[in-house]
């Protein structure tokens, strides 16, 4: 499940990777060149949610492999399709693709995982690692061979496909049938929006550093295309890291204290990011990535806890929309660049992680599953009972 999910998420950071490649091919202004990431985030985050209502009502396991194929295929066209609108509505397909995965992957790996921290940091570090090979992968292909080489970028949809079909087969019934266990608990609305707000405070900074980190990076140090990719996989590759560290803390100290330090981290992260020059940018690009990506798989979790009867629907939101809210910010964050400049835009995104803080405070740690009691529904159904 890990390595399909590295695979899926390969093209959520293939599309902040192609952004500098479409601004120099084609010369797209920032507007128009954050456009492209909304249109990626708009439609995911509508249709997410609803995949998880829907996971959570019927197993759909085939889903995982379709919806591979479908975010592979959307990136790969984007390079090829030449005016502005058809490049727009295949990147929203891939965006469709990345929806559908998510919340019924989260449901198969949380019901073979039971809720250890640890074991969905695997799950959740497999997507992250997707996003740090993203901006390497696009580099590859298309710094040699330009934007029309872009329909090589389809060669991880087809390994993702195979290997999810491969881990739905391994997990078995018991893991991916509407057989599975179901628990037992009261949903607490009220902390969940709370804690959805949070994240899509987390949500615009991680997106509007994606679409313009690289080319922030090239304004302040004076480098070309590969410094700003550098940055960019710095951004990803630290969070991968900071994925599988978030597990560890979290099962030592709690998952609220982690979450609620690394949003306070990440205010500082972004304040120096955003206004030291010169290669020590670099540094706080990582304690950004660092910031933003320890508390990524806890917010899942915590998400899920919060609801415990709707794990698909907490999963599609704290995975989809709030996540995707990001890219609802992505233009404006383009048009303030393209009317002052680029640092401008960004400084708004010191204050996000501040709000996201304090959206936290108060918040009591929710019931995990292992003290949660689970029923399983009687496979005779309603009959049967």
Not at 193 to 216: I, K, P, Q, T, Y
Not at 226 to 255: D, K, N, P, Q, S
Request: hydrophobic share 55%.
């Amino acid at each position: 499940m890990s390595l399909g999910h590295a695979c899926v998420d390969v093209y959520q950071g293939a599309v902040a990777a192609l952004v500098p490649y479409f601004v120099a091919e084609r010369a797209y202004s920032y507007a128009a060149a954050s456009g492209v990431v909304l249109a990626a985030s708009l439609l995911s985050s509508l249709v997410q949610p609803l995949f998880g209502v829907l996971t959570d009502r019927w197993a759909m396991p085939w889903l995982l492999p379709l919806s591979a194929l479908t975010a592979g295929a959307g990136v790969a066209l984007s390079g090829v399709t030449g005016s502005y609108a058809p490049t727009l509505a295949v990147v929203a397909v891939s965006g469709v693709g990345v929806a559908a995965y998510h919340p019924e992957a989260a449901r198969v790996a949380r019901a073979v995982a039971w809720g250890r921290h640890t074991a969905m940091g695997w799950f959740s570090f497999g997507g992250n690692a997707g996003f740090a090979l993203a901006p390497l992968l696009v580099f590859a292909v298309v710094a040699t061979g330009g934007l029309g080489a872009s329909p090589l970028l389809a060669v991880p949809a087809v390994v993702g496909a195979a290997l999810c079909a491969a881990a739905v087969r391994k997990a078995g019934a018991g893991a991916v049938s509407a057989g599975s266990p179901v628990a037992v608990g009261r949903d607490d609305w009220a902390s969940f929006l709370r804690l959805s707000g949070a994240v899509a405070c987390r949500s615009v900074v991680f997106v509007g550093l994606s679409a313009f980190v690289s080319l922030h990076v090239r304004e302040r140090t004076g480098g070309g295309v590969a410094a700003g990719t550098a940055a960019l996989f710095v951004l990803y590759a630290g969070g991968a890291v900071g994925t599988l560290a978030g597990g560890r803390l979290a099962e030592r100290y709690g998952r609220l204290v982690v979450v609620r330090r690394s949003y306070a981290l990440t205010v500082l992260a972004v304040a120096g990011l955003v206004l030291v020059p010169g290669p020590a940018v670099y540094l706080f690009v990582a304690l950004t990535s660092a910031g933003l990506y320890v508390p990524f798989s806890l917010h899942i979790t915590l998400g899920q806890d919060c609801l415990p009867r709707r794990a698909g629907t907490a999963s599609g939101v704290t995975l989809g929309l709030t996540v995707s809210v990001g890219g609802l910010a992505a233009p404006a964050l383009g048009a303030l660049a393209d009317a002052m400049s680029l640092r401008a835009a960004l400084l708004p995104l010191i204050a996000l992680p501040a709000l996201g803080r304090l959206l936290l405070c108060g918040l009591r740690e929710p019931a995990s599953p292992d003290h949660t009691v689970v029923e399983r529904p009687d496979p005779r159904g309603p009959a049967g009972r």
